[in-house]
Each structure stands twice: as structure tokens, then as C-alpha cells.
């Protein structure tokens, strides 16, 4: 028995696009301008695109949302259950 038969074939892995801001508002059902204030204070997590000191482009990852607003409700429960 050879080893070469039990090889694992290389995984091809896409990265996750990135989503704008108005995508992102409507996946957490806010407004986008509330969304940008907390991309700024860096209460979700965004990324910024381009140099600009006082407009940037914040792009967002779906998953890093999902994250973020999970542990938002956690944490909501969690303070009503110590109450």
C-alpha cells in the first residue's frame, strides 16, 4: 500500500467579499448613518478604504456582523437575566 493513495487533494479557499455600507445596514436592519457612526468609533467592526482624513470608504464583512450582533444579544440577555 502506497501513501500517495490516501493523499488529501489541495482545498481552494475564497476569501469573503467585502459589502458596502448600505448592504451591510440593511443585513443589521438599521440606518447606514448609524452604521458609519459605529464603524468611526469602532464599535463594529469596518474597514476603511482610501488615504482621506475626513471621508473614508468603510467596507464591512457579513460575518464579522453576525459576530458582533450575536454577541450584542448575548450580552442584552445576559444583562436582563442578572436584573
Not at 448600505?22 to 468611526?40: G, N, T
Request: aromatic share 8%.
Amino acid at each position: 500500500m502506497s501513501s500517495q493513495n490516501n493523499a488529501v487533494p489541495p482545498v481552494s479557499v475564497t476569501p469573503e467579499p467585502f459589502v458596502s455600507a448600505d448592504e451591510a445596514a440593511r443585513f443589521l436592519c438599521m440606518k447606514r448613518r448609524y452604521l458609519l457612526e459605529f464603524a468611526r468609533q469602532g464599535v463594529v467592526r469596518a474597514h476603511p478604504l482610501g488615504t482621506g482624513r475626513k471621508r473614508k470608504i468603510w467596507v464591512f464583512r457579513l460575518s464579522e456582523l453576525a459576530v458582533h450582533e450575536c454577541e450584542r444579544q448575548e450580552a442584552a440577555l445576559c444583562f436582563q437575566l442578572c436584573r
